[in-house]
Structure formats: structure tokens, C-alpha cells
Nanobody, 124 residues
Framework: VQLQASGGGLVQAGGSLSISCAAS????????MGWFRQAPGKEREFVAF????????YYANSVKGRFTISRDNAKTTVYLHMNSLKPEDTAVYYC??????????????????WGQGTQVTVSS
């Protein structure tokens, strides 16, 4: 499975931005998808998860109510819609694919494939 993230950029605090991740390759549609982010000097942290089986979604507390993860009907692209952005949301955002539909989705170890990352910068 190959993942290609795109759509990052610079946005003012309070603004909105959507990023996407295109999946390709064998059985790409049978993977759950997650978004993680990593700010300079910090560890990679979980942001959101989309289960391929139940279509359930889960979010980190820090983004709940502001971010929405979704997947297109063809199951080849996953989106992260980000609203009410804050400077602390500034990070490189990574998409990841997991063969599991549940479990410890906040752990990077659950994911087999990773995209290259896209930079999101929120100015104050």
C-alpha cells in the first residue's frame, strides 16, 4: 500500500484546512486509516482514526469537535477536515494504514504503512 498525503499549508488561527491522503496498491481499500502529527521536538501523536469495517471514527481529545476524518466511497482517499485551528495544531501530519479495524488505534505500532507527511502551520 502506498500513501500520498497532500493539502498542507499556512492558515491563520481560527481558520480551516483540509488535507488528504490517497491510497493505492493491493488491498488498499481493506485498511483502516489514521492521521498522526509531529511537532518539532515532540513525539508523533495520534489525531484521528477511521475503521474500514465499521466506518467508526475516533479522535484525540485535543482535536475532538474541531477535526473530522472521512473517507470517499471508493475508499481510496481519506481526508482530515480541520476547523478552528490553533497554533498548537502546527505540525507535520502523517497518514497511516492499518490492517486492523479496531484495537489500539492510537499507537503507531498498529499501522503498517505511512505517507510522507504534509506540513500544517497555524499562525497566531
Amino acid at each position: 500500500v502506498q500513501l500520498q498525503a497532500s493539502g498542507g499549508g499556512l492558515v491563520q488561527a481560527g481558520g480551516s484546512l483540509s488535507i488528504s491522503c490517497a491510497a493505492s496498491g493491493r488491498a488498499a481499500t481493506s485498511y483502516s486509516m489514521g492521521w498522526f502529527r509531529q511537532a518539532p521536538g515532540k513525539e508523533r501523536e495520534f489525531v484521528a482514526f477511521f475503521s474500514y469495517r465499521s466506518r467508526s471514527t475516533y479522535y484525540a481529545n485535543s482535536v475532538k469537535g474541531r477535526f473530522t476524518i472521512s473517507r470517499d466511497n471508493a475508499k481510496t482517499t481519506v481526508y482530515l477536515h480541520m476547523n478552528s485551528l490553533k497554533p498548537e495544531d502546527t505540525a507535520v501530519y502523517y497518514c497511516a494504514a492499518s490492517p486492523y479495524y479496531g484495537g489500539d488505534y492510537v499507537s503507531p505500532r498498529l499501522y503498517d504503512y505511512w505517507g510522507q507527511g504534509t506540513q500544517v502551520t497555524v499562525s497566531s
